[in-house]
Nanobody, 126 residues
Framework: VQLQASGGGLAQPGGSLRLSCAASGRTVSNYAVGWFRQAPGKEREFVAAISRGGGMTYYADFVKGRFSISRDNAKNTVNLQMNSLKPEDTAGYYC????????????????????WGQGTQVTVSS
């Protein structure tokens, strides 16, 4: 599978962006998916994860209540809705996938993922 993240851009503090992770070659419903981000000079960090079935989600503490991860199997995408954006959310955002058989497994450590998409840049600034 190939993954491609899109939807990044410039947003004002308090604004919103919606990122999409599109899969090609395989259906994304076969994969547990995670979102990660990396700011310049910083290590990559986990943001959010969703199970293959979509019924399980997990968020980093710093995005709880602001970000929401979801699946759109009809469009073969996993989306990250980002609200109440802060300047510290500025980073390159990457989606990653791991093919799993269990529909309820969450995968949230970067070394567990087999496939990574190219990132999309999010800049939050006034």
């Amino acid at each position: 599978v190939q993954l491609q993240a899109s939807g990044g851009g410039l947003a004002q503090p308090g604004g919103s962006l919606r990122l999409s992770c599109a899969a090609s070659g395989r259906t994304v419903s076969n994969y547990a998916v995670g979102w990660f981000r990396q700011a310049p000079g910083k290590e990559r960090e986990f943001v959010a994860a969703i199970s293959r079935g979509g019924g399980m989600t997990y968020y980093a503490d710093f995005v709880k209540g602001r970000f929401s991860i979801s699946r759109d199997n009809a469009k073969n995408t996993v989306n990250l809705q980002m609200n109440s954006l802060k300047p510290e959310d500025t980073a390159g955002y990457y989606c990653a996938g791991k093919e799993v058989s269990n529909r309820n497994i969450l995968v949230r450590f970067s070394h567990q993922f087999d496939y990574w998409g190219q990132g999309t840049q999010v800049t939050v600034s006034s």
